[in-house]
């Protein structure tokens, strides 16, 4: 068990253990939509997931795993590879 779980506390309050943090407004961020594509420019198409900072709507995408078929119906951004 957790040390915020022993202590009563709820998720809410647990510390972000893994989840985003927006660094202007210093808030967790909050998850907005798994299966979330993002395709690399001329590449494969990797699955993660969308997180929303609830104050300022910066957005990232996290947590990819292996290269995917990319599907019609889940949103997807193409970006390029650095």
């Not at 907005?32 to 995408?61: H, L, T």
Request: proline fraction near 6%.
């Amino acid at each position: 068990m957790n040390d915020w779980k022993r202590a009563g506390l709820r998720l809410e309050d647990a510390p972000p253990l893994g989840r985003p943090v927006c660094v202007p407004c210093k808030l967790v961020m909050r998850c907005a939509k798994n299966e979330f594509d993002v395709q690399i420019i001329g590449g494969a198409y990797y699955s993660g997931d969308r997180w929303e900072c609830n104050e300022c709507g910066a957005s990232v995408v996290v947590g990819f795993g292996s290269a995917t078929n990319p599907t019609t119906h889940h949103e997807s951004i193409e970006v390029q590879d650095v």
